[in-house]
């Protein structure tokens, strides 16, 4: 494992700026450190040897104060930018990773990555701040101030410069020995971290399916042994770099002794004078200070920088590539236009399945009619609709979006502005931390009552009956994913927020799968609203009263002759 990546320096610009800064400082110290070893020596030898008082040399002392003044200012500052640039280096990167992910779809985080993915962008490459702010600073005054130290000390006493140029090697030898072992520590914890976190992640987001099979306490086993697993490799990890730092406090304070040694058997036989023998002690001790402290945080590196070679995996996936950023602009939903979307062969290969889902799917949903997607799980129904949204890239096929007669393929259009004119409720529907008004109107915050138009919607989708039953009613707190309240009441508060919004387009992925018979004839009656109110609705549907109530009904189909499907899209 490199000791700076030079990927981390091309995907975080704020890492170079560090860099450099870093340099420029390990610079500035080194030639403190070493004005500060001479104005010391000048000022305690004559004193020592000659018996002249401290005051006469107040110049001396003069100096010597301002240089430490100067070099705790410089050390301070070099901590205070590296806190900065790990901040923005983490949170650049942490980014990148969502973006990547994001451009990867919906059905990759899906497929299993996803947990392990919002481990790494969250608590994953939180690693990455003490190597910034303690190994790589030490690793750069290890290259700078170390061979300026070194130079000096040969300069003055070439014997103590030959025994300290003798002992630095051994420094890398036994710090590689010691990194073989830590980084494969390192990637098992990350790896447990993120294993942990997605088991955890799981099992919140499926407990009340488990409360309602009583079935919430099975997997407290597995997650318990995550967790002895994760724990085990960090302290592994913290075993390691005891170990190393011990390695290198025996050596270098050996190598310090001996020089010692020979220092005060040269001044016993009056081969040295005392000033030059004291900056070369002094200095002796800061020539393996940098390599000390490289030492010490050396299991930072490891951490942070395993994260970082897991963040790059994502980043410089080549399906992590965002598409380009369509040009077209449509009109905003307050202009109230009518929308027609078409699907003309949509195809899209499943991957990891050997078939395509869905498979050559053409249809046209009007202004005013609801058309219903049927068709056996595994067919497409649900990719369809992402493929809609802009989520999943075709592989053969297209979507295009008529908006006021103007016909415009979806690749072309700016998905921020196709956004804003639909309103999408998914079959597991979730909310953001607010209140039930709020999460109504799709806001963070919200005051006031209700209007007279969102209680007749909430009256629609039979959401007036659930705020009945809150404690707060309106202002009853939801909490992260729609905590607080079941799935089929999350469904109702999303088809209440799709009747209040003037989104022409509505999309529906199985709106009645987590209802009963009275809550379901509640949703057909939002969807007949909804086409009352002239917008274009897409429902993907299983139950026949759902697909009764459709103006069209188009059958997915999906079929099993992926690699045909992979090799036209390469060749494409």
Sequence with gaps: MKPLDPRLLAHARDARGHVLVTAAAGVATAGLVVAQALLLAAILAPAITHDRPLAEARGLLGWLAGVIVVRMLVVGLQERYAHRAATRVVADLRGQVVDAALARGPRWLAGGDGPAVATLATRGLDDLEPYFVRYLPQLLLAATLTPATL??????????????????PLVPIFMWLVGVMTQGVSERRLTSMQRLGAQTLDLLAGLPTLRALGREHGPAARVRALGDAHRRATMGTLRIAFLSGMVLELLTTLCVALVAVTIGMRLVHGNLDLQTGLAVLVLAPEVFLPLRQVGLHFHASTDGLAAAEAAFDVIEHPDATPRPRGTVTLPAADAAPRVEVRLDGLSVVAEGRGRTAPADLTLVARPGEVTALVGPNGSGKSTAVLALLGLVAPDAGGVSVVVDGAEHDLADVDLTS???????????????????????????????????????????TGLDGVVTTLPGGWDSPV???????SLGQRQRVHLTRALVTARPVVVLDEPTAHLDALSEEQVLAAVEALRAQG?????????????????????????????AAVAGRADA
Excluded at 541 to 554: G, I, K, M, P, T
């Design 151 to 168: 130079a000096v000390v040969w300069w003055h006493e070439w014997v103590s410069g030959a025994i300290i140029l003798a002992t630095i």
């Design 418 to 460: 196709w956004h804003a004119l639909v309103t999408w409720v998914p079959q597991r529907a979730t909310l953001a931390p607010a209140t039930v008004l709020a999460a109504v109107r799709g806001v963070r915050t919200t005051t006031g009552a209700p209007t007279a138009t969102e209680l007749d919607a909430a009256r629609a």
């Design 479 to 485: 909490g992260q994913g729609g905590t607080g309240l």
């Design 535 to 563: 917008r274009t609705v897409l429902v993907v549907a299983h139950r026949a009263s759902l697909v009764a109530a459709a103006d069209a009904v188009v059958e997915v189909t999906a079929r099993d002759d992926a690699p």
